[in-house]
């Protein structure tokens, strides 16, 4: 800390940064919403992209190209190549654009993409 003119120097670390060294980033339960997917209650932090919560799920991919019948998940992360798309409380919505809301219910066709399955 600079005590001259009673600003922390650059890179010097404040009170504030002294108290908070060692803990881990926490979240309270205010931050937290429960969702629905493919029908399993879960538990995210509120305003996560939902493509961050399916993927943190261990969901690569949850549609199928109409046309191809590729397995298909987020490639741009950005709202451009609809490859995310998926039902949320039954509209369609690009998961990488839409933020997870309580009480949302996500749709995917995940059971489509699994090897194995009718296509
Ligand atoms: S990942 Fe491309 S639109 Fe969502």
Not at 33 to 60: C, E
């Amino acid at each position: 800390m600079n005590a001259s003119k009673g600003k922390p120097r650059r890179g010097s670390l404040t009170d504030h940064d002294q108290d908070r060294r060692g803990q881990t980033p926490t979240s309270t339960p205010s931050q937290l919403v429960s969702l629905v997917v493919d029908g399993l209650p879960i538990t995210a932090l509120q305003g996560q992209s939902l493509a961050a919560v399916l993927q943190t799920m261990g969901y690569l991919w949850w549609r199928r190209n109409p046309i191809t019948q590729q397995p298909r998940g987020p490639f741009c992360g950005m709202g451009v190549c609809f490859e995310c798309e998926l039902l949320v409380n039954n509209q369609r919505r690009r998961a990488c654009l839409t933020h997870v809301t309580d009480s949302m219910v996500v749709t995917t066709e995940r059971e489509r993409c699994m090897p194995g399955a009718d296509l």
